[in-house]
């Protein structure tokens, strides 16, 4: 999530969002004895959040697309965070205002990065019902 220099969300909705994935997720991870944990500390920042399923871990890093460079940072993020705790695969999270247009680099894939695998999943929302 984003925050200011003094640690302070700058983004409710991207909280907002961000915790209705992770209240989504709660059922399956109920059934399989999964837990997971928000603003996790990776020791060089802190992850949205983390899922810890049968004792392997996945890295999920959420963000509200605003412009390209921001998107393909995050990517680079989420791998640097994976390497911090030895985690060779991240899930990249990108809520998408309905009907904004952006270039081709910003879709759903799967890709190594810094030999980290990243999956990336592009998920529409209604800024006007928020």
């Not at 992770?22 to 060089?44: C, H, N, P």
């Not at 809520?95 to 799967?110: L, R, T």
Request: with cysteine; proline share 1%.
């Amino acid at each position: 999530m984003e925050k200011d220099e003094n640690g302070q969300y700058t983004s409710i909705k991207e909280s907002a969002l961000t915790y209705s994935f992770e209240t989504y997720i709660q059922a399956f991870l109920q059934m399989v004895k999964g837990k997971s944990y928000r603003e996790a500390d990776t020791g060089l920042g802190k992850s949205d959040l983390i899922i810890n399923v049968h004792s392997k871990e996945y890295l999920i890093e959420t963000k509200i697309y605003y412009y390209e460079s921001q998107f393909l940072e995050g990517k680079k993020q989420l791998a640097y965070y994976c390497k911090s705790l030895g985690v060779k695969k991240g899930v990249y999270l990108v809520f998408i205002p309905k009907g904004i247009n952006h270039s081709e680099k910003v879709a759903e894939n799967v890709e190594v990065i810094n030999r980290v695998e990243i999956s990336t999943f592009l998920v529409e929302y209604d800024e006007d019902k928020w």
